[in-house]
C-alpha cells in the first residue's frame, strides 16, 4: 500500500523531505501518518494529519517537522528540519487509527543523522 522515499545521510542540522506514495482507495478520507523505527527500539508515531489537512506532531519533532498530503496524488510528506542522531531510523507512513498504522507496512526509507 506504501512506497516510502526521500531518505538518506545528512548531518546533524540538515533537513531531508520524504515522500510517500499510497494506493489507498479511501485515501482523501483517511487520517494518515509518519511513523518511525530506531534500532533496538518500537516503532512510534512522529506526525498525523487528518482529512482536512490538520497535522498533529509528537513533542520531540514540533517546530522541526511538517506533515502534509496531496489527495490528488494519494501522497504525503515529511519535511524534517533541523536533524539531530536522535532522528536516525527508518521511515514508514501508514493509514493512522489510534496513534498505530492501519494496514501492512511498507519497506519504509532509511534516516540517518551523522557526521
Known amino acids: 500500500h506504501f512506497v516510502e522515499s526521500g531518505g538518506g545521510l545528512v548531518q546533524p542540522g540538515g533537513s531531508l523531505r520524504l515522500s510517500c506514495a499510497t494506493s489507498?482507495?479511501?485515501?482523501?478520507?483517511?487520517?494518515m501518518g509518519w511513523f518511525r523505527q530506531a534500532p533496538g527500539k518500537q516503532r512510534e508515531l512522529v506526525a498525523g494529519?487528518?482529512?482536512?489537512?490538520?497535522?498533529n506532531y509528537v513533542d520531540f519533532v514540533k517546530g522541526r517537522f511538517t506533515i502534509s498530503r496531496d489527495n490528488a496524488k494519494r501522497m504525503i510528506y515529511l519535511q524534517m528540519n533541523g536533524l539531530t542522531v536522535e532522528d536516525t531510523a527508518v521511515y514508514y507512513c501508514?493509514?493512522?487509527?489510534?496513534?498505530?498504522?492501519?494496514?501492512?507496512w511498507g519497506q519504509g526509507t532509511q534516516v540517518t543523522v551523522s557526521w
Open positions: 489507498l482507495n479511501g485515501f482523501s478520507i483517511y487520517d
Open positions: 494529519i487528518n482529512m482536512n489537512r490538520k497535522p
Open positions: 501508514n493509514r493512522l487509527i489510534s496513534e498505530k498504522g492501519g494496514f501492512p
